[in-house]
């Protein structure tokens, strides 16, 4: 398996513009969590979808922020209006938690810059 | 609530000499408890889990962990460093059941291994 794959690996855009980043995880799996990353706060859990279903998106930092899993192998979180302080790298994760092995496999993350 | 505490925001050792990145954690109950790493530039890796059995658990490149229950702790550990092990380092626990399947991860500590 590739693992999981994010697209695209780097974003620049300007604040107020409409940012797409994209998901694959691993066949198979069925949770999906995306994080972000930034020095200041860590590693935070945005939103986690199981079998497709968002569960728990407590960690959305605002209604610009907001994330679909339309099918088993691709998610999006799309911000819309981008914001300078949206600059962080945002990773995906897959898992298999029931019956599976349970540790998540990471994306190589998507570093977002908003100007 | 369950959590995660990593004392130290960054551990420096020489090439050579054993090393320890410590954690603690709570939870609810018994716990799963892994270890990432994260190479510059990349996603989380997993390294190593506990899940039952054997209190010592090895896991990828040499490292190994102790799950001491009494002192709910679970230190990554290594006998002797390599420059490449230079990296940050999480550790993640969750419940082993009836409460969060979701992982909590620490804040991070990274690791200098000085040659």
């Known amino acids: 398996d590739a693992g999981v794959i994010q697209s695209p690996r780097h974003e620049v855009t300007e604040m107020g513009q409409e940012v797409t980043l994209r998901c694959k995880p691993i066949?198979?799996?069925?949770?999906l969590f995306w994080y972000r990353q930034t020095m200041m706060r860590g590693l935070e859990l945005l939103i986690y979808f199981n079998n497709n279903v968002p569960i728990d998106d407590s960690g959305m930092p605002e209604d610009r922020f907001s994330a679909k899993m339309p099918n088993a192998s691709f998610s999006t979180l799309k911000i819309q209006p981008s914001e300078p302080r949206d600059s962080a790298v945002y990773f995906c994760a897959s898992s298999l938690l029931v019956g599976g092995s349970y540790e998540q496999y990471f994306g190589p993350g998507t570093r977002l810059t908003v100007t | 609530a369950q959590s995660v505490a990593q004392p130290e925001d960054q551990v420096n050792v020489a090439e050579g000499n054993p090393l320890t990145v410590k954690c603690t954690y709570s939870v609810s109950g018994n716990p799963y408890l892994f270890w990432y790493v994260q190479y510059p530039n990349r996603g989380l890796q997993f390294l190593l889990k506990?899940?039952?059995?054997?209190?010592l658990v090895k896991g990828s490149y040499g490292f190994e962990a102790e799950f001491n229950k009494s002192q709910t702790s679970f230190h990554l550990k290594k006998p002797s460093a390599l420059v490449s092990d230079s990296a940050l380092y999480f550790c993640a626990v969750r419940a082993l059941s009836g409460g969060s399947y979701i992982p909590t991860f620490g804040r991070g500590t990274s690791l200098i291994v000085h040659p």
């Open positions: 506990y899940i039952t059995g054997d209190n």
């Open positions: 066949s198979g799996h069925d949770y």
